[in-house]
């Protein structure tokens, strides 16, 4: 028992560690971290948070406030911002009741974004009517992302650690990318789109 104490003693001060570190550099909090937790549970037992368990901290923390956003940091990162907003809607019943509704939000709002897309101005880059579709295309592309990090929340992912893996792999890729092309006297500066796609090929099969 002593030496489980001391190991979970040691987990602890990890998970401690790395999110103290990773909230200096405005990634995530340990709430966030929580907060992946406890929506990765109701995701996979759905059944413990049915009319019978207790009423969900969130839902508590939610008769406590008059609007959504109180007590939400003015600096919160705009990922972890649309994740928490999402969780203090559900909070209050608003909410999909699966991962489907959020999925079926994502291709509506990837066809406004292709609708939008297409009707962009080609030329001028700049005046009234490109300035107009371009703040159209950002709006659409915003409710996409939105969309996209409430099936990270319904799936029990919280979308920043996602996205800094995601991050993490394709830093270990490019550089893969970079290594190889400098051993066979490449710049990928000028190698090409085709090129680049075939040492992009080579490190993904390597298991990067």
């Known amino acids: 028992d002593g030496q489980l104490r001391e190991e979970l003693g040691d987990l602890l001060f990890q998970v401690l560690f790395h999110s103290v570190v990773a909230e200096e550099r405005g990634a995530f909090t340990i709430d966030d971290v929580a ?119 319904k799936a029990g992912v919280h979308p920043a650690l996602a996205l800094d893996r995601a991050n993490a792999k394709f830093t270990r890729r490019f550089e893969k990318i970079e290594e190889k092309a400098k051993a066979r006297g490449v710049d990928v500066r000028t190698a090409g789109l085709e090129a680049l796609d075939a040492l992009w090929d080579e490190a993904k099969a390597e298991g990067l």
């Open 35 to 153: 907060a992946t937790f406890i929506a990765k549970m109701k995701a996979r037992h759905p059944h413990l948070y049915g009319d019978g368990a207790r009423e969900p901290w969130e839902a508590q923390k939610a008769r406590k406030r008059e609007r959504i956003a109180d007590g939400l940091p003015s600096g919160l990162p705009s990922l972890h911002r649309a994740f928490r907003l999402q969780e203090r809607a559900a909070g209050v019943g608003f909410d999909w009741p699966d991962v489907a509704g959020p999925l079926e939000k994502v291709e509506e709002e990837l066809g406004e974004v292709r609708s939008e897309l297409a009707a962009m101005p080609e030329r001028p880059e700049h005046g009234p009517l490109y300035d107009n579709a371009h703040a159209l295309l950002e709006a659409e592309l915003g409710d996409l992302l939105f969309a996209v990090v409430n099936v990270c929340r």
